[in-house]
């Protein structure tokens, strides 16, 4: 398998690049979107290829053991600065998110009584571009009000209740761009810039109930809050509405990021209203910048326990820094979904959830996600009303070390190698049928648990001489790239014996090419986000 880590990545841009066969600009929005968006693209794409070029450098240096510090002092983290939280978004206690490709689960979002809704254009959906353009036509209509889909039990349509639950937009992150827009030119762009440029040319300002809010995600450095504070300030312009007016929330999703927040936030501070702690990808993020270390080879991921010191010191820093300097501090997703056929399963997925959002809520963390409409009023209940009051705790130490080796926790077991590599080929092929997201034994698996699998994965085989696997019959067996092959080989048998599987000759060739995609990504060393 000969896995290293860095190197294989610096091709990262092209992963991303699903060009449409026909690209007709009036099936997002109007005609004019091409000139709205020409002048955007080329003061912003040229910058975004520079960031994402810097975010190669920097995963490089740290697989060389030169890892994301703190800044030194600076206004950013010294001086009284604050934003205002306005009222419209004090209570975020819950936010549902989904991929916005999904008309229905997004008007059951919408009508769940929760605080916030993330409609998604990234992780949880598939990065294609029949489905990137259903889901903006799908937030343009959530944003106008008039987003609905034909019930078929109820034989009618079903729209969107009014209520005051906040509508976010989440674009695809920097990392990624787009071909096939500008076809005469020949040129990517950055598909940050066409998501939001999209939303933002299609609304009505005066029609929103609430200022035009994105989520912001996959940052890598502070420095990269002037490419999203400038775009805001260009699209505002473009639209005639003042500078600010564009808000946001942003996720921290990698490592270096969790480093650098206090400046992310005072770069954004006429934009941003919180920070997220999208735990997934931080994860995801933490293996693979100690990806070289074998002292970070982490345990079975469901063995790992959701207070793991690794995450509570980033959540206290965030409450800390958000509650400082007057923003909103939101939580993670709760992987494990409720289910409304298996009484058991549901019954463990609601007691896994109270305790996971409590956890958050003990944390002085504001709200935190959920992915279904039966978690919201579980979730919502955990967390004070209508925040945290920006409560810190007495013990205020700023520069707190964010690795935190992962000793005594979990298992690293055989078994935990088969159910990540049947886990990634399941994923995947749920990707090759254009979903982005697919629940999976309980869980509600997206691009970010899915990268991590194929990260511990790769981490147990590139420390293979020092790393033993349980057995699960009292012995010890080494994470040998062969032995990693024949389990890949074995989980695609067993899942095409599964009935409607292999019997049915296109769903048994994805599976197969799904199998064959998911071990290359980890012999490739392709482990950003894709």
Same mark, same amino acid.
Request: proline share 6%; charged share 30%.
């Given at each position: 398998?000969?896995?290293?880590?860095?190197g294989?990545?610096?091709?990262?841009?092209d992963?991303?690049?699903?060009?449409?066969?026909?690209f007709?600009?009036?099936?997002v929005?109007?005609q004019?979107? =091409?000139?709205?968006?020409?002048p955007?693209?080329?003061?912003?794409?040229?910058?975004?290829?520079?960031?994402?070029?810097k975010?190669?450098?920097?995963?490089?240096?740290?697989?060389e053991g030169?890892?994301p510090?703190?800044?030194?002092?600076?206004?950013?983290t010294t001086?009284e600065w604050?934003?205002e939280?306005?009222?419209?978004?004090?209570?975020q206690?819950n936010?549902?998110?989904?991929?916005?490709?999904?008309?229905e689960l997004s008007?059951?979002?919408?009508?769940s009584?929760?605080?916030?809704v993330m409609l998604?254009?990234?992780d949880?959906?598939a990065?294609?571009?029949?489905?990137?353009?259903?889901g903006?036509?799908n937030?343009?209509?959530?944003?106008?009000?008039e987003i609905s889909?034909?019930?078929?039990?109820r %034989?009618?349509?079903?729209?969107i209740?009014?209520?005051?639950?906040?509508?976010?937009?989440?674009p695809?992150?920097l990392?990624?761009?787009?071909a096939?827009?500008?076809?005469?030119r020949?040129?990517?762009?950055?598909?940050s810039?066409?998501?939001? #440029?999209?939303v933002?040319?299609?609304i009505?300002?005066e029609?929103?109930?609430h200022p035009?809010s994105f989520?912001?995600?996959?940052? +890598?450095s502070?420095?990269?809050?002037?490419?999203?504070?400038?775009?805001?300030?260009a699209?505002?312009?473009?639209?005639g509405m003042?500078e600010?007016?564009?808000?946001c929330?942003a996720l921290?999703?990698s490592h270096?990021? #969790?480093?650098q927040?206090e400046?992310?936030?005072?770069i954004?501070?006429d934009?941003?209203?919180? =920070?997220?702690l999208?735990?997934?990808?931080?994860?995801?993020s =933490?293996?693979?910048f100690?990806?070289?270390?074998p002292?970070?080879?982490?345990?079975?991921?469901?063995?790992?326990?959701?207070?793991?010191a690794?995450f509570q010191r980033?959540?206290?820093?965030?409450?800390d820094i958000?509650?400082?300097?007057?923003?909103?501090?939101?939580?993670?997703?709760t992987a494990?979904?409720?289910s409304?056929?298996?009484? +058991?399963?549901? +019954?463990?997925?609601?007691r896994?959830?109270a305790?996971?959002?409590?956890?958050e #809520?003990?944390c002085l963390m504001?709200g935190?996600?959920?992915?279904?409409?039966?978690?919201?009023?579980i979730a919502?209940?955990?967390?004070?009303s209508p925040?945290?009051g920006?409560a810190?705790?007495?013990s205020?130490?700023?520069?707190?070390d964010?690795?935190?080796?992962?000793?005594g926790?979990?298992?690293?077991?055989?078994?935990g190698?088969?159910?990540a590599?049947?886990?990634?080929? %399941?994923?995947r092929?749920g990707?090759?049928h254009?979903?982005?997201a697919s629940l999976?034994?309980?869980?509600?698996e997206?691009? #970010?648990?899915?990268r991590?699998y %194929?990260?511990m994965?790769?981490?147990r085989?590139?420390?293979g001489?020092r790393?033993?696997?349980?057995?699960?019959?009292g012995?010890?067996?080494?994470?040998?790239?062969?032995?990693?092959?024949?389990?890949?080989?074995?989980?695609?048998?067993?899942?095409?014996?599964?009935?409607?599987?292999?019997?049915e000759?296109?769903?048994a060739?994805?599976?197969?090419e799904a199998?064959?995609?998911s071990? %290359?990504m980890i012999?490739?060393?392709r482990?950003?986000?894709?």
């Open positions: 398998m000969g896995i290293r880590g860095g294989s990545e610096a091709k990262s841009l992963y991303n690049h699903y060009k449409p066969v026909i007709d600009p009036s099936t929005v109007s004019g979107f =091409l000139e709205f968006l020409l955007l693209h080329q003061e912003f794409t040229p910058r975004q290829r520079v960031l994402a070029e975010r190669q450098r920097v995963l490089a240096l740290a697989h030169f890892l510090d703190h800044l030194p002092p600076s206004e950013a001086g604050k934003i939280l306005p009222r419209w978004c004090a209570d206690r936010q549902m998110t989904g991929p916005s490709d999904d008309v008007v059951k979002m919408l009508n009584g929760a605080p916030g998604d254009l990234e949880s959906m990065n294609e571009w029949s489905h990137v353009m259903v903006i036509l937030i343009l209509a959530a944003l106008r009000g889909y034909y019930d078929e039990k %034989r009618g349509k079903v729209g209740k009014p209520g005051k639950t906040v509508t976010w937009v989440r695809r992150g990392h990624m761009s787009q096939g827009v500008l076809a005469d020949n040129e990517k762009i950055a598909a810039l066409l998501d939001m #440029a999209a933002v040319y299609g009505d300002p029609g929103l109930r035009l989520y912001i995600p996959k940052s +890598e502070a420095e990269e809050a002037f490419w999203w504070r400038d775009v805001f300030r699209l505002a312009r473009a639209k003042p600010d007016s564009i808000k929330m921290v999703e270096p990021l #969790a480093y927040m400046e992310f936030a005072f954004l501070r934009h941003i209203l919180g =920070l997220n999208g735990r997934w990808d931080y994860m995801a =933490l293996i693979h100690n990806l070289h270390d002292k970070w080879v982490l345990p079975d991921r469901n063995t790992i326990p959701h207070d793991v690794f980033l959540r206290d820093l965030m409450v958000c509650h400082r300097r007057g923003m909103l501090a939101i939580g993670g997703m494990l979904y409720p409304r056929t298996d009484a +058991e399963l549901n +019954e463990r997925a609601l896994v959830l305790e996971d959002k409590k956890n #809520a003990d504001d935190a996600w959920t992915g279904h409409p039966d978690q919201n009023q919502v209940a955990q967390f004070p925040n945290q920006f810190r705790k007495d205020k130490e700023r520069y707190l964010l690795r935190p080796l992962p000793e926790i979990g298992r690293i077991t055989l078994e190698v088969r159910a590599a049947r886990t990634v080929i %399941r994923y092929n990707v090759l254009g979903r982005g999976l034994d309980g869980y509600m997206d691009l #970010a648990t899915d991590i %194929r990260l994965i790769a981490q085989v590139l420390h001489e790393v033993k696997l349980e057995d699960g019959a012995g010890w067996i080494a994470p040998t790239p062969e032995l990693v092959g024949r389990i890949f080989d074995e989980e695609l048998e067993r899942l095409l014996d599964e009935p409607g599987r292999g019997s000759p296109a769903e060739a994805k599976l197969r199998r064959l995609l071990e %290359r012999v490739g060393n482990f950003n986000p894709e």
